[in-house]
T-cell receptor, first 114, second 114 residues
Framework: AQSVAQPEDQVNVAEGNPLTVKCTYS??????LFWYVQYPNRGLQFLLK??????LVKGSYGFEAEFNKSQTSFHLKKPSALVSDSALYFC????????????FGSGTKLNVKP | KAGVTQTPRYLIKTRGQQVTLSCSPI?????VSWYQQTPGQGLQFLFE???????NKGNFPGRFSGRQFSNSRSEMNVSTLELGDSALYLC?????????????FGPGTRLTVL
């Protein structure tokens, strides 16, 4: 089984609408969870992370993510999408019970249309 | 502060050759990780170094190796190149020690194996 899964290859939303990019993980214990974004012709950039504490974490560019331990999910959200949010989004997990290996999801392409 | 730099940016090799890629982390960062990004397999973790020691590694064959120098710069070597090694190789650095710290990615080295 994949350590981290992004079930949607692509998400399409209209500008101004809320967006959700889904991520689930299948590592045991209390992993560290991350979201990264890759804009066209630019490197990967860190968005936010969950280590411990409040299940709702806020990150860069107005993004936030909700950690749900019972559902082993870490979905990325934004209340109002911008065209400039169009990019490739990656969820990642640090498996603290497996030599701290780092796993990335397959990525979700977010398309925000005007 | 300068970002993560990788050299060369582009490389063309033939099957059977070997290649060395270089990564200079952000000043003060002591952890360096390497990833392989391909359209089919996505982002896959290769290995991570901290203070010149390999801290963990992914599931790649022994043809893939790396090292880290005392100034935190890192090199990755691939021997006996195969066509399937064609990929974007990304290097990322993070601050000392913390496995929960975000990683800062370089622009990558695009390797093409003919």
């Amino acid at each position: 089984a994949q350590s981290v899964a992004q079930p949607e290859d692509q998400v399409n939303v209209a500008e101004g609408n809320p967006l959700t990019v889904k991520c689930t993980y299948s590592v045991s214990g209390n992993p560290y969870l991350f979201w990264y974004v890759q804009y066209p012709n630019r490197g990967l950039q860190f968005l936010l992370k969950y280590i411990t504490g409040d299940n709702l974490v806020k990150g860069s560019y107005g993004f936030e993510a909700e950690f749900n331990k019972s559902q082993t999910s870490f979905h990325l959200k934004k209340p109002s999408a911008l065209v400039s949010d169009s990019a490739l989004y990656f969820c990642a997990v640090r498996d603290r019970n497996n030599f701290n290996k780092f796993y990335f999801g397959s990525g979700t392409k977010l398309n925000v249309k005007p | 502060k300068a970002g993560v730099t990788q050299t060369p940016r582009y490389l063309i090799k033939t099957r059977g050759q070997q290649v060395t890629l270089s990564c200079s982390p952000i000043s003060g960062h002591r952890s360096v990780s390497w990833y392989q990004q391909t359209p089919g397999q996505g982002l896959q973790f290769l290995f991570e170094y901290f203070s010149e020691t390999q801290r963990n590694k992914g599931n790649f064959p022994g043809r893939f190796s790396g090292r880290q120098f005392s100034n935190s710069r890192s090199e990755m070597n691939v021997s006996t190149l195969e066509l399937g090694d064609s990929a974007l190789y990304l290097c990322a650095s993070s601050t000392a020690g913390g496995l929960y710290n975000e990683q800062f990615f370089g622009p990558g080295t695009r390797l093409t194996v003919l």
